[in-house]
């Protein structure tokens, strides 16, 4: 597992609205400037970079073969939401989602009548009597240690779920020419040559993802690549 960093997201630069931190990773308060920008500058689903939407179709399409025969499925840590309110014109069964953010990161689901919001962290801020048969998140583990990858995993285990969906924006390559990038890149920053950026989070290899889920409490995985080379994991505990 490799530390990484960033300097800007959806072609916004942190240095705009903050001062970059390489030592802890993005706070709440970061985030909630950080959607600030955002929102200024992106108006519907439809501002965004084509590429990234590109990336998230091939996600719903992924999520959609998974859920055909599910009633209940929960997203854990949606965003802005365009997964969701893609999968809600796709699929009729119930949809909840859950995001911790509290500037409102969803707002562009407000008109979505079939999407359920809960603003807070799973499990602790699911209501007691929510069901669910499927769950899957989407470009968030990045952010956990390893103790609170497995805490997270394992709570999804226990609630129960009985399988998960893991889409990864933080795969560390086992390819010879992406770790020499990544070492040079870190060499160069070190020397300040190149500004380090914000501690962003984790990348994690595809063994160490299979070891995670293991380790929390499921049998067995699926796993595989999209496309333009995102990894997926799905772990199964039944």
Not at 54 to 81: E, F, P
Not at 95 to 121: F, Q
Not at 127 to 143: C, E, L, M, S, T
Request: hydrophobic content about 35%; some cysteine.
């Amino acid at each position: 597992m490799r530390k990484f960093f960033q300097t800007s997201w959806f072609g916004i630069p942190f240095e705009n609205f903050t001062i970059q931190d390489s030592q802890h990773i993005a706070s709440e308060t970061f985030y909630t400037k950080f959607y600030d920008q955002f929102f200024q500058k992106y108006y519907s689903y439809n501002d965004i970079e084509p590429q990234w939407c590109n990336t998230k179709d091939q996600v719903t399409q992924l999520v959609l073969s998974q859920i055909q025969n599910r009633t209940s499925v929960l997203s854990i840590g949606c965003g802005i939401g365009y997964v969701e309110d893609s999968l809600s014109k796709l699929w009729d069964g119930k949809l909840t989602v859950i995001d911790p953010a509290k500037s409102n990161v969803t707002r562009w689901l407000d008109t979505n009548t079939k999407i359920e919001r809960i603003l807070g962290y799973f499990p602790k801020d699911v209501p007691n009597n929510q069901d669910f048969d499927f769950a899957y998140a989407n470009a968030i583990d990045y952010v956990f240690t390893v103790d609170d990858f497995h805490l997270f995993l394992q709570s999804i285990q226990q609630y129960p779920i009985s399988e998960v969906l893991l889409i990864s924006a933080s795969f560390q390559s086992s390819r010879l020419k992406d770790s020499l990038k990544y070492h040079l890149k870190q060499i160069a920053s070190n020397l300040g040559l190149i500004p380090k950026g914000q501690f962003w989070g984790y990348l994690r290899t595809r063994k160490e993802y299979q070891n995670a889920l293991i380790d929390a409490g499921f049998n067995s995985f699926q796993d595989g690549f999209l496309e333009n080379g995102t990894y997926w994991i799905k772990g199964i505990a039944k």
